[in-house]
Nanobody, 123 residues
Framework: QVQLVETGGGLVQAGGSLRLSCAAS????????MGWFRQAPGEEREFVAAISRYGSSTSYADSMKGRFTISRDNAKNTVYLQMNSLKPEDTAVYYC????????????????WGQGTQVTVSS
């Protein structure tokens, strides 16, 4: 079992940056592949990025490549999402999630979820 808490959301102008953090507690953090997802109003939850247990592998949704960077610090039990060149269409609630198997972009593959943090990008 792992508990996840996201922080770092907020209001930012288009072109700006934010860094989201997700702090984990419970079972050993390095046991988990971590992912970031987002959900805009009226939309389905969608994959943003994922990182392997020790950070050697990452995966990104095509629309985030080159703008977003996922990283993790296992000593701090934290995964990060650095978001640059933000666009109004990036506005959503951002969730971190954990699973014990390999990288996946599927919502249904993740067993543990945080409560989400709101990111709003103004034009």
């Amino acid at each position: 079992q792992v508990q996840l808490v996201e922080t770092g959301g907020g209001l930012v102008q288009a072109g700006g940056s934010l860094r989201l953090s997700c702090a984990a507690s419970g079972r050993t953090f390095s046991s988990y592949t971590m992912g970031w997802f987002r959900q805009a109003p009226g939309e389905e939850r969608e994959f943003v990025a994922a990182i392997s247990r020790y950070g050697s592998s990452t995966s990104y949704a095509d629309s985030m490549k080159g703008r977003f960077t996922i990283s993790r610090d296992n000593a701090k039990n934290t995964v990060y999402l650095q978001m640059n060149s933000l666009k109004p269409e990036d506005t959503a609630v951002y969730y971190c999630a954990a699973r014990t198997l390999r990288l996946s972009a599927q919502v249904s593959d993740y067993n543990y979820w945080g409560q989400g943090t709101q990111v709003t990008v103004s034009s």
